[in-house]
């Protein structure tokens, strides 16, 4: 069972069509949540973390949030350029090793001009 | 750069041979992570580093594959005899001081193939 699941596995909007993005999470002892933007050929970005439920954050046209089970990316009015994989990854745990992510399988987000 | 940096981008190696691959990690990073991703997969975990002692190598796939960094910065990841199955992307990542909670930052990663 994966621990971290993303949906939709790709999403296809038109320039100015708001949507979201899925990121829900069965790990127990969440330490944060973190999500990236993954360009091809080049290494995931870092774009927010999160680190309680009811957590909110915010980033031009993207805002990310988070609840007990699963953490949602909205875009508002993307643009052709917002295209690019979104990667969910999730630290959990206690002890010494609650340091690595686990990622899920990412968003494919493809914007239509 | 102020980031990551992981050379060479793209590896091309025949099965049976070695390879090195390396990481820069951002100036003063305390942790090191090295990943591997497959085509249409996340990143997967494979060994962490704080300073020069390697904390976790429990994500190492066989014990073809070998960690280190000697002097707390640079990093380098070794496969020996490697296989088909070996090719992916490797990526580094480091964060500032401990490693919990903080977000790691990535690099653009090594293109592994093997033929």
């Known amino acids: 069972e994966d621990q971290v699941t993303q949906s939709p596995e790709a999403l296809r909007l038109q320039e100015g069509e708001s949507s979201s993005l899925n990121c829900s999470y069965t790990?127990?002892?969440?330490?944060?949540l973190f999500w990236y933007r993954q360009d091809p050929g080049k290494g995931p970005e870092f774009l927010f973390t999160l680190y309680s439920a009811g957590e909110e954050k915010e980033k031009e046209r993207l805002k990310a949030t988070l609840t007990k089970k699963e953490s949602f990316l909205h875009i508002t009015a993307p643009k052709p350029e917002d295209s690019a994989t979104y990667l969910c990854?999730?630290?959990w745990g206690s002890g010494g090793s609650n340091y690595k992510l686990t990622f899920g399988k990412g968003t494919l987000l493809t914007v239509n001009p | 750069g102020a980031g990551v940096s992981q050379s060479p981008r793209y590896k091309v190696a025949k099965r049976g041979q070695d390879v090195a691959l390396r990481c820069d990690p951002i100036?003063?990073?305390?942790?090191l992570f090295w990943y591997q991703q497959a085509l249409g997969q996340g990143p997967e975990f494979l060994t962490y580093f704080q300073n020069e002692a390697q904390l976790d190598k429990s994500g190492l796939p066989s014990d073809r594959f070998f960690a280190e960094r000697p002097e707390g910065s640079v990093s380098t990841l070794k496969i020996q005899r490697t296989q088909q199955e070996d090719s992916a992307v490797y990526l580094c990542?480091?964060?500032?001081?401990?490693?919990?909670?903080?977000?790691?930052?990535f690099g653009d990663g090594t293109r592994l193939s093997i033929l």
């Open positions: 790990v127990s002892g969440l330490r944060g």
């Open positions: 990542a480091s964060s500032p001081d401990g490693p919990n909670n903080q977000p790691q930052h």
């Open positions: 100036s003063g990073h305390v942790s």
């Open positions: 990854a999730v630290q």
